[in-house]
């Protein structure tokens, strides 16, 4: 059935980068908007950066605003987050996903689909 896959995590040092992307299958997500969450041990999941649908808008929060750049190929059915300048704070659980409405994602912090989440460890 649909399904979201995260692949591209891993340990890096500080100041160091990372790109995480996202394989959708059983279906096309093109019509979907598509966003990217993480949580860290004993955190509460956060919102991290949703892309538009056309990929004509993109939002981010705040404390990734500048080093993180969500984009998509709806062609390719896949979403990518490229993490530059990585804090030790950044490391988390980052987990893909889907929802026909972006405020969904970016203002409630929810979505319709998830992928199972890639671990991302920026040592200090």
């Known amino acids: 059935q649909e399904q979201l896959v995260e692949s591209g995590g891993g340990l890096v040092q500080a100041g160091g980068s990372l790109r995480l992307s996202c394989a959708a299958s059983g279906r096309t997500f093109s019509n979907y908007a598509m966003g990217w969450f993480r949580q860290a041990p004993v955190k509460e999941r956060e919102y991290v950066a949703a892309?538009?649908?056309?990929?004509?808008?993109?939002f981010y929060a705040d404390s990734v605003k500048g080093r993180f750049t969500i984009s998509r190929d709806n062609a390719k059915n896949t979403a990518n987050l490229q993490m530059n300048s990585l804090k030790p704070k950044d490391t988390a659980v980052y987990y893909c996903?889907?929802?026909?409405?972006?405020?969904?994602?970016?203002?409630?912090?929810?979505?319709?689909?998830w992928g199972q989440g890639t671990q991302v460890t920026a040592s200090a």
């Open positions: 892309i538009s649908y056309s990929s004509r808008n993109t």
């Open positions: 996903a889907a929802d026909p409405s972006i405020p969904t994602i970016k203002d409630r912090g929810e979505a319709g689909y």
